[in-house]
């Protein structure tokens, strides 16, 4: 069975995430001990798991070892693809980057936004079923109080707004005023993939000099360039992608020229999925975030081989 892999982004996680899967799967333990081990703080405690600090860590782990999992299932793995932060989990996966340099590389990814955002207050919020002209006007609006940029494009009918905090609650009433039905503020304390991160993509590049990547050894595509990512690009694809625009939907159509027979999405919640449901109607779709959902997707592979 041909399947591409979908590495979550931030802003599905919850509470307690992967500790069953710690318990019940010893795969997905090995990772998680191991990169308790490289960082020195145990991913296998609640306290650490739900530590807002950590959550760009947790999320990336539960993909992680969520694919490692599946990986031993026999699957003919023929592309990744993550959203946002997504994409570090993907490049781990593929072999271009290692799991010590990628968690480190996690870990200080999260702490520029984090600076940034202190620095520059944003938020961010999906928007549902609008039109071109309905956002246009609501931004308009909202940036004669701050800067407020698209940041997402996730499905043809939701993309996700980000900008300055005061601006952002004014995009949310004018959005109202707009006709735009359904705007939901995500669980987001920066404005990922605008210009307000600036600072913190500049400390990325640097950081980014210290580390080395391989060739992907399965093909990764890019949320910003939707391209696969190629050596020599990767370093600067992934520190711009902090300030510009993901295009996830556009991603899926490229996915599915891999032709897949089912598309696994690794890591917290089904936001993912849900976007697939939207936009490639014809690929069979399942998230594996529970020992419930894994043995869900056990047996629908188990089905599929049979037949």
């Known amino acids: 069975m041909r399947v591409a892999y979908l590495f979550s982004g931030q802003g599905q996680q919850f509470d307690d995430m992967g500790i069953d899967l710690y318990q019940n799967e ?3 333990r090995e990772i998680i001990d191991q990169a308790s081990n490289i960082l020195g703080m145990d991913f296998s405690d609640s306290q650490v798991i739900n530590d ?4 760009q860590l947790a999320v990336s782990l539960m993909s992680l070892g969520t694919f490692q999992v599946l990986n031993q299932l026999g699957l003919k793995d023929v592309a990744h693809l993550g ?9 781990i996966t593929s072999g271009a980057l290692s799991l010590e340099q990628g968690l480190r590389l996690i870990k200080d990814r999260g702490h520029y936004m984090e600076v940034a ?4 207050p944003g938020k961010m919020m999906a928007v549902l079923n609008a039109s ?9 609006a909202a940036q004669e109080i701050g800067p407020v940029y698209v940041a997402n494009v996730n499905t043809p009918k939701q993309i996700v707004v980000g900008g300055d905090f005061r601006a952002m609650s004014e995009f949310q009433k004018s959005a109202k005023g707009a006709g735009i039905k359904r705007v939901v503020p995500l669980k987001m304390t920066v404005a990922s993939h605008t210009p307000l991160m600036n600072e913190a993509k500049d400390q990325l590049e640097i950081r980014l000099r210290d580390v080395e ?3 992907p050894e399965i093909p990764v595509l ?3 360039t939707m391209e696969p990512f190629e050596l020599d690009e990767i370093k600067e694809t992934l520190a711009n992608q902090l300030i510009q625009t993901t295009h996830f939907s556009e991603c899926l159509g490229k996915i599915a020229e891999y032709q897949p027979d ?5 890591g917290p919640g089904k936001a993912l999925t849900g976007f697939v449901k939207k936009t490639l109607k014809d690929v069979p779709v399942m998230h594996v975030d529970s020992v419930e959902t894994l043995a869900e997707a056990r047996n629908f592979i188990a089905q599929k081989n049979e037949d």
Do not use: R
């Not at 807002?52 to 959550?55: D, E, S, W, Y």
């Open 52 to 55: 807002p600090k950590n959550v």
């Open 262 to 266: 089912l598309l696994l999405e690794v």
């Open 83 to 91: 959203l946002s932060l997504g994409e570090y989990g993907a490049l």
């Open 26 to 28: 010893p795969a997905f």
């Open 117 to 120: 955002g202190e620095k520059n």
């Open 132 to 140: 071109d002209a309905q956002v246009k006007s609501a931004m308009k």
């Open 222 to 224: 890019s949320n910003t």
């Open 213 to 215: 990547f391989s060739t």
